[in-house]
């Protein structure tokens, strides 16, 4: 599985971005597909995730209620809106893709696949 990443720029502090990350090859009901980021100096942190068949949906505390997670099985395409973005949420956004849920999602070592990440700055 190869995932494209998009759909990031420059916004200014409340503002809103969609990005969305293309999966090529055959994405199994098993799937779990997520999204982390990595801002300058910190680690990678997980950001929001969807169980592929169930569409089960989960989100990191800090943008719970501001970012959702979708995903069009028709496309494989799995997207990230996030609206009233603030400047802490300026990082370089991954997709990732986990084959097995195996009970949690919020750990990137688990993920199988990653995608090249789509850098997202938001200004004050």
């Known amino acids: 599985v190869q995932l494209q990443a998009s759909g990031g720029g420059l916004v200014q502090a409340g503002g809103s971005l969609r990005l969305s990350c293309a999966a090529s090859?055959?994405?199994?009901?098993?799937?779990?597909m997520a999204w982390f980021r990595q801002a300058p100096g910190k680690e990678r942190e997980f950001v929001a995730a969807?169980?592929?068949?169930?569409?089960?949906?989960y989100y990191a505390d800090s943008v719970q209620a501001r970012f959702a997670i979708s995903r069009d099985s028709a496309k494989n395409t799995v997207y990230l809106e996030m609206n009233s973005l603030k400047p802490e949420d300026t990082a370089v956004y991954y997709c990732?893709?986990?084959?097995?849920?195996?009970?949690?999602?919020?750990?990137?070592?688990?993920?199988?696949?990653w995608g090249q990440g789509t850098l997202v700055t938001v200004s004050s």
């Open positions: 969807v169980r592929w068949r169930l569409n089960k949906k």
């Open positions: 990732a893709a986990d084959e097995v849920y195996s009970g949690s999602v919020d750990g990137p070592d688990q993920y199988d696949y």
């Open positions: 090859g055959v994405i199994y009901s098993s799937y779990v």
